[in-house]
């Protein structure tokens, strides 16, 4: 995502269009949705996938 679009001022011609964005805003967030990480374990596994693959090129 460029960084610029964090500025931008968001422009609201309409009442309808202050609605939907209020009712989004406004909403719940569904947090059961999220994937729990195991970042060492996928560190893990990310740097032996690189050791074997590094290894290979060698040979």
Do not use: Y
Request: zero cysteines; charged letters at 35%; glycine letters at 0%.
């Amino acid at each position: 995502m460029a960084t610029v679009s964090f500025d931008k001022k968001i422009v609201i011609n309409n009442n309808e269009s202050m609605d939907v964005l209020l009712k989004s805003l406004n909403k719940e967030i569904d947090k059961s949705d999220h994937k729990k990480i195991d970042v060492v374990s996928e560190l893990e596994r990310s740097s032996s996938l690189l050791r074997r693959s590094f290894s290979r090129s060698k040979t």
